[in-house]
């Protein structure tokens, strides 16, 4: 049994240490930890002014820089579209900035927008799966087959019908009158508008030479249905991924542009699938004046022939190639 005695000498080896301490910090350490802690506290207020001002440089240089990007971006883009229309089709949620940021590039081009729409809810919505389905085997008889001739065929399914009807009322043209649009192409508009899957931002005035899809990078399906077995976010990727490759297919020239990459958005769907990389540009970054400036060198590049993947992320390139009478003359 531990007696009083241990405690005692437990208590007295307590006070000990106490005092032993208390003496120390107040006679010979003292100097020598103040000191400590002064040094401390001015190398790191040294550290952080220092800090400062380089994010201060640097905000700076980055001001420089846009500027400059800014004034050589209309040089840069300046005459690359000139003589051609393009339609510009929002998949999903695009901001008023952006939106704005990139149709003043396209301008700044040369190039003439001729349509501005935006694809309902319902295009990707899981739930209007089955409207979708019967709309798309009503439109199957009333698509031109000129037009639609090695891309839609007797097995084609639902996304790739409604891509081609929209790329069909979007480019096709009367056979008589070059800027006309053939009569297929607005009955395929009217139908689209009539059931809910299209709204016109601007009516088309004539048809487009090239399509671009724009996106602002929420491309999911926000509507989800509990009684889909299949994932209802898929469903809506695969119908604007079907968009893009039949539009590009159609057309000849489709490319497709958002925010910065994320897993699952359009344009990383676009670039994980060799078949659609093949034929579909892509632009990422369009929320910053670098990736809007892209665009239309996009366009023309693949207008050209040159199909590629724009953006700063790996595998992606920075610049397209300088297009020059319809030619891709070597990367910038």
Same mark, same amino acid.
């Given at each position: 049994m531990i007696d009083f005695r241990y405690h005692l000498v437990s208590l007295i080896s307590v006070?000990?240490?106490?005092?032993?301490?208390?003496?120390?910090?107040?006679?010979?350490?003292?100097?020598?930890l103040g000191d400590q802690l002064t040094e401390q506290v001015d190398t790191l207020r040294t550290e952080r002014n220092e800090l400062r001002d380089e994010l201060v440089q640097a905000q700076a240089t980055s001001q420089d820089q846009r500027r400059f990007i800014e004034s050589a971006g209309d040089q840069l883009v300046a005459g690359s579209l000139a003589g051609l229309n393009v339609a510009v089709v929002e998949v999903d949620e695009v901001s008023d900035a952006?939106?704005?940021?990139?149709?003043?590039?396209?301008?700044?081009?040369?190039?003439? +927008?001729?349509?501005?729409?935006?694809?309902?809810?319902?295009?990707?919505?899981?739930?209007?799966?089955t409207m979708r389905e019967t709309v798309a085997d009503?439109?199957?008889?009333?698509?031109?087959?000129?037009?639609?001739?090695? +891309?839609?065929?007797?097995e084609s399914g639902t996304a790739d019908l409604l891509a081609a009807s929209l790329t069909v009322a979007l480019t096709d043209t009367a056979p008589a009158e070059p800027g006309s649009f053939s009569d297929a192409a607005l009955e395929q508009q009217h139908l689209l508008e009539q059931v809910g899957l299209v709204e016109q931002i601007?009516?088309?005035?004539?048809?487009?030479?090239a399509i671009l899809l724009l996106s602002g990078g929420d491309t999911?399906?926000?509507?989800?249905?509990?009684?889909?077995d299949a994932d209802p976010e898929q469903i809506g990727m695969n119908a604007l991924a079907a968009l893009a490759g039949t539009s590009a297919e159609i057309a000849g020239t489709s490319v +497709?542009?958002?925010?910065?990459?994320?897993?699952?958005?359009?344009?990383?769907? +676009?670039?994980?699938?060799?078949?659609?990389?093949?034929?579909?540009?892509t632009v990422s970054g369009v929320e910053q004046t670098t990736g809007q400036i892209v665009v239309p060198l996009a366009i023309a590049a693949q207008e050209a022939g040159a199909v590629d993947q724009y953006g700063f992320e790996d595998g992606a390139s920075v610049l397209p190639p300088v297009v020059e009478h319809g030619e891709p003359q070597g990367n910038g």
């Open positions: 006070f000990l240490a106490l005092a032993v301490g208390i003496i120390l910090g107040a006679g010979p350490l003292q100097g020598t952006s939106r704005k940021a990139v149709l003043d590039e396209l301008e700044a081009a040369d190039g003439t +927008v001729v349509a501005q729409e935006r694809l309902a809810a319902s295009w990707t919505s899981a739930d209007e799966l009503g439109l199957r008889e009333k698509l031109p087959t000129d037009a639609v001739e090695g +891309v839609i065929d007797d601007a009516e088309p005035s004539s048809p487009a030479d999911g399906d926000g509507d989800q249905s509990e009684t889909q +497709v542009a958002g925010p910065t990459t994320q897993d699952g958005d359009l344009v990383a769907t +676009v670039r994980a699938d060799d078949e659609l990389a093949d034929k579909v540009s």
